[in-house]
């Protein structure tokens, strides 16, 4: 594959440069010369099966069994977006995967409510709109940044709060062994929970991050967002923006926040809070770099005459 600028002769300066596919074709190409189409409909298909199999066990957990919290609280909960924006975005590219590959022309599909299916599961039209492309590029993205996000912040803070709390309040020897056992040794405490809830908070928590690796590595070859760089960064700090406020609705819906750091009362004060929520919004950035990072250590390692040629 080549870039080629907009202007390339007379001595006219080139100030923009095309990639030379359009992202939605990248997201539905791996990077990997020896994953072929069929494999990668397959490997898509696979992963869509997890998700939804996963998404119907944590369904079931959630409204059956966790005694925490309210099931109109999960509308609000960030995990449970960053596990719709995953599911959503496989979905999306499995069926553009599907299509491109065993039905490239959907108007020569037989049958008229096959043709219309067929159709509204392809690649979109005028995939060269670079509107469109920074729209869906945005998607892509801000599905991989919440879902590290999610990660990061429920590893590293909310387990140890919870836990640490969980002591406090109780006072027992239980609890105070549940913070020695989350502090010293990692998974221990949600390994003795038994399989269903480890498994349901290792999906929630782990799994969609891990789901979003393999789709930079293997599953497309999309470049990363160097035109719209700023816009991009901004754009992801704005929805971060906006979740905090679809929190602050939560709380007024169902008397629960989503993240304890949203509570005055449990932070201590305001600024705390307004604290908590600006590191909250810079997280975003941070993770659309890791992001980059792994998009960068992949086109590294398919540089040498490995991409696909579509």
Known sequence: MSSSPLLGGSNLPAPVIMQDHPVFLRAS????????????????????????????????????????????????????????LTFIYHLITFAWTYTHMYHPEPSEVEGRLARLIIKAMSLPENMGSPRKQFYFQL????????CFMNSVIYWL???QHDAAAAAVTVGSEVAANLVKATSGTPLSDLL?????????????????????????????SIKPALVNVCSHMLSLMGLSGAYLAWGAVGKSVTGEYPFF?????????????????????LLAP??????????????????????TDY
């Open 29 to 84: 190409h791996s990077a990997w010369h020896w994953i072929d189409q069929k494999a990668l409909v397959a490997s898509r298909g696979t992963v869509l099966g997890y998700l939804v199999a996963a998404a119907s066990m944590t369904i079931h957990y959630k409204t059956t069994e966790e005694k925490e919290g309210t099931g109109l609280s999960n509308l609000f909960n960030f995990s449970t977006i960053c596990s719709a």
């Open 139 to 146: 998607f892509h993205s801000t599905t991989t940044v919440f």
């Open 157 to 159: 803070i909310t387990r």
């Open 192 to 220: 003795g929970e038994g399989w269903y809830k480890t498994f349901i908070m290792i999906n929630l928590y782990a799994a969609n991050s891990l789901i979003m690796v393999v789709e930079i590595f293997f599953f497309n």
């Open 261 to 281: 750091w949203m509570d005055e009362a449990q932070v201590g004060s305001k600024e705390a809070v307004s604290l908590y929520s600006i590191g909250f919004v």
């Open 286 to 307: 941070m993770m659309c770099i890791l992001m980059h990072g792994f998009i960068g250590i992949r086109e590294i390692l398919t540089r040498p005459g490995n991409r």
